[in-house]
């Protein structure tokens, strides 16, 4: 619901970047301080409670 308006409903890419197997591309960490930084405008920081951010991870671990 956050992000599927910049990087796509199927994660392929919009505004932002597809997002397909990003998890082979980037690390937990990365990806991490990626949500959370808010340093890549137009990408807004987002906070997340751990559960939402451990949840989040592991979907995009998926793609
Ligand atoms: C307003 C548009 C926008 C929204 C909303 C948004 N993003 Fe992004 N996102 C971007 C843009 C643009 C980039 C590229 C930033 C750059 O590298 O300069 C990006 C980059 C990324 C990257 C890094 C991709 C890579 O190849 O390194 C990840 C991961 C990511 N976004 C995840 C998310 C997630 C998860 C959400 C929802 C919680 C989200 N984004 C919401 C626009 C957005």
């Given at each position: 619901?956050?992000?599927?308006?910049?990087?796509?409903?199927?994660?392929?890419?919009?505004?932002?970047?597809?997002?397909?197997?990003?998890?082979?591309?980037?690390?937990?960490?990365?990806?991490?301080?990626q949500?959370?930084?808010?340093?890549?405008?137009?990408?807004?920081?987002?906070?997340?409670?751990?559960?939402?951010?451990?949840?989040?991870?592991?979907?995009?671990?998926?793609?």
């Open positions: 619901m956050n992000c599927s308006g910049c990087h796509g409903v199927d994660a392929q890419g919009r505004v932002g970047p597809s997002l397909i197997q990003i998890s082979d591309r980037r690390s937990q960490l990365h990806l991490i301080q949500i959370t930084s808010g340093q890549t405008p137009p990408m807004p920081k987002f906070q997340a409670q751990p559960q939402e951010m451990a949840d989040l991870l592991s979907y995009l671990n998926k793609l």
